[in-house]
């Protein structure tokens, strides 16, 4: 028996039936919403604090920073409890107040700030001036390893190889660059297909950075598409999902059904896998099943 970071990973690969009429073009969701701390993140999160570890970079009792939409600050606020580490998380104050909660129940101090860019530039800036340790999960190789290691390889297991197309939302873009390495080594007719709010758009999970904000893992060479996805649109599949499928998450995978479908619809046969990044009961708050 182990302890609940052995939990990690291994999440189901399920069949999304009710959307679409060709029988020769499966879409599968990869429920990441599973993982113990309720999202995707929970595998970058691991492998980001155990491999600053390892390394000696931080031990128990250390302070750490980290600017986040939410999801990566739940997980890391929950790892970061099992290895008696001390984190602060800086996330915009228009995070859903679940998110707080959750943060702080794992013992994490939040600090609310404006916007993710001002939150990024604080977490950066304290790290520098106090000595805080700063994992960057935009610029932090360990981000994108993780799905090397770990979501990459389950797709393809999950699949038995038969996937043809895969479709992520891009935040930190950890997600979509780790499983590209992973599937267009074992197969690079493999089409990875990454999606983003239109300008109009805000879609908590999904970014669509000012350039000097773009995250310092992503290299565009490794995404083959990027589809916008408009707001309304992302909003309708999430409720859709929960209403037609039983799949409750969030509007980030809401997005990523939207594109998956949009691919489908040009398609004459295929395997598309898209990921679902988390669980809707992280927007209860919010108007998105309102």
């Not at 999304?16 to 993982?35: C, D, M, R, S, W």
């Not at 799905?147 to 895969?166: A, L, M, N, R, Y």
């Not at 805000?202 to 773009?214: E, M, T, V």
Request: with cysteine.
């Amino acid at each position: 028996m182990g302890n609940i970071i052995d939990t990690i990973g291994n999440t189901p690969l399920v069949e999304i039936k009710q959307f679409h009429t060709n029988p020769n073009v499966k879409i599968y969701a990869k429920l990441e919403g599973n993982n113990p701390a309720g999202s995707v993140k929970d595998r970058p999160a691991l492998n980001m604090i155990r491999s600053a570890m390892e390394r000696g970079d931080i031990k128990k009792g250390d302070k750490l920073i980290e600017a986040t939409s939410g999801n990566t600050g739940i997980a890391l606020a929950m790892i970061a409890s099992m290895y008696g580490l001390d984190l602060e998380l800086v996330m915009p104050v228009t995070s859903t107040r679940e998110r707080t909660l959750t943060m702080e129940a794992f013992g994490a101090r939040v600090t609310l700030l404006e916007s993710m860019e001002i939150c990024r530039d604080y977490a950066e800036e304290k790290a520098a001036k106090e000595g805080v340790f700063i994992l960057n999960q935009f610029a932090n190789p360990d981000n994108y390893l993780a799905h090397v290691k770990t979501t990459g390889p389950e797709i393809w297991q999950g699949t038995k190889g038969e996937i043809t197309h895969f479709v992520s939302a891009m935040g930190t873009t950890g997600t979509i660059m780790g499983c590209s390495m992973f599937l267009k080594d074992k197969n690079p007719a493999i089409q990875i297909v990454g999606c983003q709010p239109t300008e109009e758009s805000s879609i908590p999970g999904i970014r669509r950075w000012p350039k000097a904000y773009l995250p310092k893992i992503f290299d565009p060479s490794r995404v083959d598409r990027v589809i916008d996805v408009d707001e309304k649109d992302a909003v309708q599949r999430s409720r859709e999902l929960a209403r037609l499928e039983g799949v409750f998450a969030g509007m980030s995978t809401g997005g990523a059904m939207q594109a998956a479908l949009q691919v489908a619809s040009e398609l004459e046969h295929g395997v598309i896998v898209f990921i679902a990044c988390d669980r809707g009961d992280r927007y209860l708050s919010s108007n998105l099943f309102g």
